[in-house]
């Protein structure tokens, strides 16, 4: 709970200005790390669903990879060989834009016919929810910082 000593218009107008700011200065000290903490929980659901594909079943966006000889004679994950592609997956946050990526060499080739998230770029509702909850609780945690000074 915040103790706030101002007006009701006053709360008001920081509320405001600390939504503002998210939806605007992404790149801002105060804003950067609640783009951090969205990119980094899109990062490990992205890993979750690579998981759950690499072991034969189908993400929330209907993706379900081809199974491979190897998997159906020994039921070992998918693209799981030497980790290197999975490890090699990371997210960023750069001016309010949220990436995800593998970073190996043979990611473009590897994921062309196996991939980890859409194609199309269009995230699934259960992946913006993973985004809208994050941005919701650093929201919360910035007006409540705002509020305090």
Same mark, same amino acid.
């Given at each position: /709970?915040?103790? &706030?000593? @101002?007006?009701?218009?006053?709360? =008001?107008?920081?509320?405001?200005?600390?939504?503002?700011?998210?939806?605007?200065?992404? $790149?801002?000290?105060?804003?950067? *790390?609640?783009?951090?903490? =969205?990119?980094?929980?899109?990062?490990? +659901?992205? +890993?979750?669903?690579?998981?759950?594909?690499?072991?034969?079943?189908?993400?929330?966006?209907?993706?379900?990879?081809?199974?491979?000889?190897?998997?159906?004679?020994?039921?070992?994950? /998918?693209? &799981?060989?030497?980790?290197?592609? &999975? +490890? $090699?997956?990371?997210?960023?946050?750069?001016? @309010?834009?949220?990436?995800?990526?593998?970073?190996?060499?043979?990611?473009?080739?590897?994921?062309?016919?196996?991939?980890?998230? *859409?194609?199309? @770029?269009?995230?699934?509702?259960?992946?913006?929810?993973?985004?809208?909850?994050? &941005?919701?609780? @650093?929201?919360?945690?910035?007006?409540? +910082?705002?509020?305090?000074?």
């Amino acid at each position: /709970m915040v103790e &706030f000593r @101002g007006s009701s218009q006053q709360a =008001a107008e920081i509320i405001h200005q600390a939504v503002w700011d998210v939806v605007n200065r992404p $790149s801002n000290p105060d804003i950067e *790390p609640i783009y951090r903490r =969205a990119a980094d929980a899109l990062l490990l +659901k992205v +890993k979750e669903e690579y998981d759950l594909k690499s072991r034969g079943g189908t993400d929330a966006a209907g993706i379900k990879w081809k199974l491979t000889k190897r998997f159906l004679e020994t039921h070992s994950p /998918m693209l &799981f060989r030497t980790g290197d592609l &999975f +490890k $090699s997956l990371e997210a960023e946050s750069v001016n @309010g834009v949220i990436t995800v990526r593998a970073v190996v060499d043979y990611a473009a080739f590897v994921l062309k016919s196996r991939p980890a998230w *859409p194609e199309d @770029g269009e995230l699934p509702d259960e992946w913006w929810e993973v985004l809208a909850k994050e &941005f919701r609780e @650093g929201v919360k945690e910035l007006i409540e +910082k705002r509020l305090a000074q």
